[in-house]
T-cell receptor, first 118, second 112 residues
Framework: ETGVTQTPRHLVMGMTNKKSLKCEQH?????MYWYKQSAKKPLELMFV???????ENNSVPSRFSPECPNSSHLFLHLHTLQPEDSALYLC?????????????????FGPGTRLTVL | QKEVEQDPGPLSVPEGAIVSLNCTYS??????FMWYRQYSRKGPELLMY????GNKEDGRFTAQVDKSSKYISLFIRDSQPSDSATYLC????????????FGAGTRLTVKP
């Protein structure tokens, strides 16, 4: 497989369930990101990991818990979610996190996991 | 005021039309401007990027930035049904990728 893959592609869960989203990148990148995409709203950056260390946590509720065991894998653990958490969760990776435009900063996105919380 | 404003549409045009997609922003620190294309059931993919003000052309696509007006545009010439997708503008400053801000996306349909 190439690029950024995400599993599962679709997930339906109840508010009391615990589930995990998985992201894997095959690009040799060092930075990985979780975004939330809700209908008619901008992409919201949730977490950033660089070289397996979390470098950004944008005031995300504690019911979302990220994990980055190595530079190729990123997880998002979910527990006691709310219906308003239903959205498309996108994973992305880049070579680095430096700003500007370069091959290092370009982010490559996975196809997303469509999450529905009942 | 939102940092980045983008009309979500939907926008429907006939094949061959010229499409104009736009975003406005409020943060004057933004220096890099990008357009992503997102097909249904796919993640966004980088389509074009520009630095500071000016135009950039790539085939049927032209990206335009007017920093004085805090306004960016993407033009699609001779639009094709395969251009049907959601187009997201994005912009960032100089510091790092964590500063990147996205528009809500405009859903475009090009009808044959």
């Amino acid at each position: 497989e190439t690029g950024v893959t995400q599993t599962p592609r679709h997930l339906v869960m109840g508010m009391t369930n615990k589930k995990s989203l998985k992201c894997e990148q095959h690009l040799g990148h060092n930075a990985m990101y979780w975004y939330k995409q809700s209908a008619k709203k901008p992409l919201e950056l949730m977490f950033v990991y660089s070289l397996e260390e979390r470098v950004e946590n944008n005031s995300v509720p504690s019911r979302f818990s990220p994990e980055c065991p190595n530079s190729s894998h990123l997880f998002l653990h979910l527990h006691t979610l709310q219906p308003e958490d239903s959205a498309l969760y996108l994973c992305a990776s880049s070579q680095g996190t430096s700003g500007g435009l370069s091959s290092r900063s370009t982010q490559y996105f996975g196809p997303g996991t469509r999450l529905t919380v009942l | 005021q939102k940092e980045v404003e983008q009309d979500p549409g939907p926008l429907s045009v006939p094949e061959g039309a010229i499409v104009s997609l736009n975003c406005t922003y409020s943060n004057s620190a933004f220096q890099y401007f990008m357009w992503y294309r997102q097909y249904s059931r796919k993640g966004p993919e980088l389509l074009m990027y520009t630095y500071s003000s000016g135009n950039k052309e790539d085939g049927r696509f032209t990206a335009q930035v007017d920093k004085s007006s805090k306004y960016i545009s993407l033009f699609i010439r001779d639009s094709q049904p395969s251009d049907s997708a959601t187009y997201l503008c994005a912009m960032s400053g100089l510091r790092n990728n964590n500063d990147m801000r996205f528009g809500a996306g405009t859903r475009l349909t090009v009808k044959p």
